[in-house]
């Protein structure tokens, strides 16, 4: 995690939009010529732009490259597309199944979707912090205890 931070989040985004938009962007074209409905279109692009993380994750471990840095830049962008992708495909399936009927409904079902990704973001941090400082007492009291019990065991047996 600190290499992909070393590299910085922006870089990651920033190249995320940038493959998404042109994916999108020929997909979407390519829907076009074929004389397919917008939402066929529309549903090809986002199909089109997602990539597999897991997949190439496994093929960069296959290859022993994972720790490279270029490999870690990747993963960086990878992530930062499924977010990008999570935001655009709940979008287009809102947009699919009609619930988006104007501007402030499409403005609430963003807001949702980013205080899930900051909820998530947050909680990747700061559950862990959490976790430790709740099992700080319990293992300095198991600690305690078992300094106790030792000097009353039994050694006769």
Do not use: H
């Amino acid at each position: 995690m600190a290499a992909l931070r070393r590299v910085g989040f922006k870089v990651y985004i920033m190249i995320s939009i940038i493959e998404i938009a042109l994916m999108f962007a020929i997909s979407f074209g390519i829907g076009v010529l074929m004389n397919w409905s917008l939402m066929d279109c529309l549903s090809l692009g986002a199909a089109l732009a997602s990539s597999s993380t897991v997949i190439i994750a496994k093929v960069l471990q296959g290859m022993g490259k994972l720790q490279d840095m270029s490999a870690l830049i990747m993963a960086g962008i990878l992530i930062a597309e499924d977010l990008i992708v999570v935001l655009m495909l709940s979008i287009i399936t809102s947009l699919v199944g009609g619930t988006l009927t104007g501007f402030a409904d499409f403005s609430w079902s963003i807001g949702k979707i980013l205080l899930f990704i900051f909820g998530t973001t947050v909680g990747f941090f700061l559950v862990p912090k959490i976790i430790d400082w709740v099992a700080r007492p319990i293992y300095s009291l198991q600690m305690d205890t078992e300094f106790m019990v030792l000097p009353y065991r039994n050694t006769t047996e």
